[in-house]
Structure formats: C-alpha cells, structure tokens
C-alpha cells in the first residue's frame, strides 16, 4: 500500500536507552523503526552489529527496517536476518554483485532494499525490479545524521516512480527530512520517510510528545 509512513532512525535516540526510545515512538505512531547499521569502512562511521540488534529486536512491534552501510555485504546477510530484520537494504556501491546480495537477502527470509547514494543513478533499478521491495534513496551522503538535504534528488524520485509504476515497491527516503523538505518527496513519488533528528529532536522518554508532533509534522 503507497500510504505515507514514518520510520525514525534510532541513530539519533538515547542509545543508552534504546529499548525505551523504541517504545515511545511506537506509541507516539510510527510506523516502522529504522536501523543504521555502519562499518567504519563504507562510511566514515561506526553503528551497530548484530547483537545489539537481536536486543532490541524484542521491543519493535513494528518493523525493523534495516540500512545496512557496510561493505561487503553478503557475509554477514544471514547475522542480520537472524537478529530479526523485516527488511534488509544494501548499498549498490557496496560491491560489484548487487544482484546476488539481493538474491541472498530475500532467500534469508527477508525483504529486500536497494540503496543508492547521491551521486548514483538510476540504470541499474529496471534490471533489479523483479527482486525488491524497497529502493531506499539517499538525500545526504550516508554516515551521519543532522546533514542537510540534498535537492537534486527530487527529480530522481520522480523518475523512479515512473520506473517502478504501480508495483509493490516502496520508495523510501532517507536524510534530511523536515516538515519543509518530505512533501516534495511525496509529491515527486515517495512513500517511507526515514528521519532521525527530524523526530527525535526535542523530545526525550520523559517527554514523548514531543516525538509524536515532530512525526506528524513530517
Ligand atoms: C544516514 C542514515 C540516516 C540518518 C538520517 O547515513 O542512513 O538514516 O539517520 O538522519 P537525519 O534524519 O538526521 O538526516
Ligand atoms: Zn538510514
């Protein structure tokens, strides 16, 4: 379905309390929760490894979206599917054989995302559309969050929209997304926005509403 959902990047809750945090944007309606797993190698950053997301697997009722920022990929598919990933997206310039790392990522169980980075276009997606079920485009150089959005992404988004058509694919966007900045991308095609200090910021598990007026702002 292309309604429009909200999936918080715990990059920017209280990592002493991620448990907590989980429950407070799930209550406040998110709809997924969004995971950055980075490798110190693909990106300049350092983030989260299986364990730690078998912990807090338990706490998300809804669905745990994972971003994986590393390269390689594939030998560690079945540590993130097996720590409980709902969905499992790779970077296509994470490595030269996209095609098998989805392959491998759906016979995990899972469902499978692309990635694409600012500076990447959109060739590869037609010969891929048959083997996913997100393409998740980057609107910041991944690494961090709090960067700025990047436009020229917009018209992207609208030429992938045209690519994918009316298949159950969902386009998710991920970096910078504001009140100001997430209806272009809704306008342009869009359905999953991904934002970490965008819901997080102001708010605290002692104060949750906060994170509920920022997640229906966006
Ligand atoms: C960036 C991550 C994003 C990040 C978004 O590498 O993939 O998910 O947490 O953060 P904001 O919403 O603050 O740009
Ligand atoms: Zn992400």
């Not at 994972?66 to 409980?84: E, F, K, R």
């Not at 990047?150 to 988004?157: F, L, R």
């Not at 910078?176 to 598990?205: I, N, Q, R």
Request: aromatic share 6%.
């Amino acid at each position: 379905d292309r309604k429009i959902k909200i999936a918080p990047s715990i990059l920017s809750a209280d990592f002493a309390n991620f448990g907590q945090e989980i429950r407070a944007i799930e209550d406040q309606g998110c709809d997924w929760v969004h995971v950055d797993v980075m490798d110190g190698h693909f990106v300049p950053n350092l983030t989260f490894g299986p364990p730690l997301l078998a912990a807090i697997r338990p706490h998300i009722q809804t669905v745990m979206d994972v971003h994986l920022m590393i390269s390689p990929v594939d030998a560690y598919i079945d540590a993130y599917a097996g720590a409980g990933a709902d969905i499992l997206t790779a970077h296509l310039e994470a490595g030269p054989h996209i095609h098998r790392t989805l392959q491998a990522i759906r016979a995990a169980g899972c469902k499978a995302g692309l990635a694409l980075n600012p500076g990447t276009g959109l060739d590869a997606v037609p010969h891929l559309l048959d083997m996913i079920d997100l393409v998740c485009v980057m609107t910041v150089n991944p690494g961090f969050g709090g960067q700025k959005f990047i436009h020229s992404q917009i018209e992207k988004v609208r030429s992938l929209r045209a690519m994918i058509g009316e298949r159950p694919i969902h386009i998710e966007i991920d970096g910078g997304m504001t009140p100001e900045t997430a209806p272009l991308m809704a306008e342009a095609g869009a359905d999953v926005f991904v934002a970490g200090s965008g819901v997080f910021k102001g708010g605290s598990v002692q104060n949750p509403d906060v994170y509920g007026e920022n997640i229906r702002a966006i």
